[in-house]
């Protein structure tokens, strides 16, 4: 997995050989350095630290005030900013909202997404392919982003807070709270909130519900403690095909290149060399099919690994994951007074908790208490981005194994894909080599022109070709064998 950190080595290091000007290193040194360092100060703040101090009047614990008004919006005034401070009001913008309409409030809600765009706006021999990249590489530094900032949340902070009648011992009834579920009430989301319920799902549950048994008009939720775990595992599965393959692949890729990648050797060197690769894919040629066969069965690993993973959510958040985005998509478009936000329902941030003891008289005594999951804010903007990712990726990832599929069964989209990336070969060198070859033969030499230098790649499918096309006429065997029209 230290595949995705080799990225953010090129940044910090300094060379002395300049391949660029200064401003366009501006752009992708400086400014990702800055945004990486911004985001970074941010969540320490943010997810580590106290990132909201809120006063009240009345007697409300400070960490559960402060919880609530920074995982749900908070808001001013707007015509309390054109008043005189210190006189007519206390800060611009802060002032008695019960004496302003609600269209005269200005709700903030980007807070709690500065560090993630942030790291959004921040951007070696290749033996795989870009598609194939984005799932070991880019979905494995987002799940591993996810799960350390879950960690230093519920390890340095208070995954949970929760707020009784004072019968019950605070920690206790948050450690209670936490490893037990916690529960909404179902009939409880789609109502007017500040009238007839406090938050979504928070209600009176009456006592005949008894919230540990599976009762309909109850939500229960258990998945919070084993998010990170969750994505940790999430983050294995996704490297398994790469593991897989850079085994398999054995440095074939590297070993062949000889540093003629960049092509700035003696002409004695470079001739040697060439020489060395043209007698190894002519002596080893239509031998590689096993080898490339073994790549293309990692992609459609990483295809089963994305829809697997999709089901897999879906089963973690009880068949709530696999219309997650589109439930969010329609709750934009819908009406604000009809709609039930699909975030909130699948993660919400307010809860209830039934906390049983036995009473002075020896009687079970019942204590429900309303619990915040700050947790849950981190966790719907990571599941998201994880649904349209995937979606995303599992359609990438379709395509590709299609594409596969032609290229292992029509030699003309070989030549044809050897001649649109390629152009300095000659198109019946191409054909020559295609329709004497195999397809792992194909996947190698395509392989091999990602990394070489074009015109030692040009000169070296010129002699391969030449030589196939020598010994056909002939009729002369190869070393291993004799060539045959793939």
């Known amino acids: 997995m230290l595949d995705i950190f080799r990225g953010l080595k090129s940044l910090i290091k300094i060379s002395h050989i300049h391949i660029d000007t200064p401003v366009f290193r501006l752009h992708y040194s400086l400014t990702v350095i800055l945004l990486i360092a911004f985001s970074l100060i941010v969540t320490t703040r ?55 309409p609600e269209s005269e409030r200005k709700e903030y809600r980007y807070y709690q997404w500065v560090c993630f765009m942030l790291f959004l706006q921040v951007q070696r021999a290749s033996e795989d392919t870009f598609i194939f990249r984005l799932h070991y590489r880019a979905t494995v530094a987002f799940l591993l982003a996810g799960c350390l900032t879950l960690a230093c949340k519920s390890i340095s902070g208070s995954p949970i807070h929760c707020e009784s009648s004072g019968a019950v011992d605070k920690e206790v009834l948050e450690t209670f709270c936490w490893l037990h579920t916690t529960y909404s009430m179902i009939n409880a989301f789609n109502v007017t909130i500040g009238r007839a319920v406090p938050y979504p799902g928070v209600t009176n549950s009456k006592t005949d519900v008894h919230v540990h048994d599976h009762h309909p008009l109850v939500k229960q939720h258990k998945y919070y403690q084993w998010v990170i775990f969750a994505l940790l595992l999430q983050a294995i599965l996704f490297y398994t095909p790469r593991w897989l393959w850079k085994g398999w692949e054995g440095g074939k890729i590297h070993a062949l290149m000889m540093d003629l990648d960049i092509g700035l050797c003696s ?68 009406d604000q007074e009809d709609r039930v936000d699909p975030m909130i329902y699948v993660f919400p941030r307010m809860t209830k908790c039934t906390f049983y003891k036995y009473g002075v008289s020896g009687e079970v005594e019942r204590h429900d208490a309303v619990c915040i999951l700050p947790l849950n804010v981190v966790n719907e903007k990571i599941y998201v981005f994880l649904w349209f990712w995937f979606l995303f990726l599992g359609i990438l990832s379709l395509v590709t194994v299609l594409y596969r599929i032609v290229i292992i069964f029509s030699p003309r989209t070989r030549v044809y894909l050897l001649r649109l990336r390629f152009r300095l070969v000659r198109r019946d060198a191409v054909e020559t080599i295609v329709r004497r070859s195999k397809v792992g033969d194909w996947f190698l030499l395509y392989m091999l022109g990602e990394n070489l230098d074009t015109v030692i790649y040009r000169d070296v499918m010129h002699e391969l070709a030449n030589k196939l096309a020598t010994r056909h ?14």
């Open 267 to 334: 002409e004695v060197e470079k001739k040697q060399k060439k020489k060395m690769l043209l007698d190894y894919l002519w002596e080893n040629l239509r031998y590689h099919n096993w080898w490339a066969y073994r790549y293309y069965l990692c992609e459609v690993l990483a295809l089963l690994n994305v829809v697997g993973q999709m089901f897999l959510m879906n089963r973690f958040f009880d068949g709530a994951f696999l219309t997650f985005g589109i439930d969010v998509l329609r709750f934009i478009e819908s």
């Open 473 to 486: 006429q002939h009729g002369v065997p190869g070393t291993k064998g004799d060539l045959q029209e793939a």
């Open 46 to 100: 943010q997810y580590v630290g106290n990132p909201i101090d809120c006063i009240h009047s009345k007697d409300l614990p400070e960490d559960v005030l402060n919880t609530y008004c920074w995982i749900h919006s908070t808001y001013t005034i707007r015509s309390a900013y054109k008043k005189k401070e210190g006189s007519e009001v206390p800060f611009p913008g802060v002032a008695n909202s019960k004496l302003y």
